[in-house]
T-cell receptor, first 114, second 115 residues
C-alpha cells in the first residue's frame, strides 16, 4: 500500500547547505516527477523522468538536479539551498510515459531554508 | 503559452449543499488533456479525472460530475450533496503541446464543507 514514498517529510536547512530529497515508488511505474508547491501558486513541475535513464527539465529547474537511480527511485538535489527554495516538494509517478498520464503523488516534503 | 484559471480561491458550504468549482483554461493546442486533483488536509494529491480535448462528454462518478465545454474553455467540477470529507484543495490542470507537452496546474480552490 505504500505507493509513492518521500523522505524526509520535514527538513530545515541553512542557506548554502545541500540536500537530497528521496522518492521511491513500488507500483512499477515508468515515469516519475518532482514538483514544488508554493502558497497561491499551485504545483510547478521541476524535473521529470519519462523512463529509467532519462530526465528532462520542467517549468522551474534552476537550482535543482535530479537522478533517476533505477526504475523505483528518483531523487532531487539542492546543491546550494536558497530561501526561495522554501516550499513543499512532491514526488509523483505514472504508469506510462507522458505528462498527460494520471499521476500518483507522495505525501510531500516540507522544506524550510533559513 | 497555456494557462489554467481557478477564479474561486476559497468556497465554504454547508453539508448537503451542491457546489461547483470553476476551471477555465487557455491553450492554442488542438490536442490537450484536462485533469482534476484533490488535496485533502493530509497533503497528498489524489487524481480524480482526466479528459482529452476530443471527448466533450460530461462524466459522473457518484456525487462528482464534470462539465467540459470547449466553446467556453471550461472544465467545471460539481459535487452534489457535499460532505465534510470533501473538504480539500482542488486543482485543475492542463496538459497540452505539440512535440513538447507541458503540464500546468491552476492555483487551486479551497473547499470547506461545514457540518
Amino acid at each position: 500500500n505504500a505507493g509513492v514514498t518521500q523522505t524526509p517529510k520535514f527538513q530545515v536547512l541553512k542557506t548554502g547547505q545541500s540536500m537530497t530529497l528521496q522518492c521511491a515508488q513500488d507500483m512499477n511505474h515508468n515515469s516519475m516527477y518532482w514538483y514544488r508547491q508554493d502558497p497561491g501558486m499551485g504545483l510547478r513541475l521541476i524535473y521529470y523522468s519519462a523512463s529509467e535513464g532519462t530526465t528532462d527539465k520542467g517549468e522551474v529547474p534552476n537550482g535543482y538536479n535530479v537522478s533517476r537511480l533505477n526504475k523505483r527511485e528518483f531523487s532531487l538535489r539542492l546543491e546550494s539551498a536558497a530561501p526561495s527554495q522554501t516550499s513543499v516538494y512532491f514526488c509523483a509517478s505514472s504508469a506510462t510515459q507522458g505528462l498527460w498520464q494520471p499521476q500518483h503523488f507522495g505525501d510531500g516534503t516540507r522544506l524550510s531554508i533559513l | 503559452a497555456q494557462k489554467v484559471t481557478q477564479a474561486q480561491t476559497e468556497i465554504s458550504v454547508v453539508e448537503k449543499e451542491d457546489v461547483t468549482l470553476d476551471c477555465v483554461y487557455e491553450t492554442r493546442d488542438t490536442t490537450y488533456y484536462l485533469f482534476w486533483y484533490k488535496q485533502p488536509p493530509s497533503g497528498e494529491l489524489v487524481f480524480l479525472i482526466r479528459r482529452n480535448s476530443f471527448d466533450e462528454q460530461n462524466e459522473i462518478s457518484g456525487r462528482y460530475s464534470w462539465n467540459f465545454q470547449k466553446s467556453t474553455s471550461s472544465f467545471n467540477f460539481t459535487i452534489t450533496a457535499s460532505q465534510v470529507v470533501d473538504s480539500a484543495v482542488y486543482f485543475c490542470a492542463l496538459c497540452g503541446g505539440g512535440s513538447n507537452y507541458k503540464l500546468t496546474f491552476g492555483k487551486g480552490t479551497l473547499l470547506t464543507v461545514n457540518p
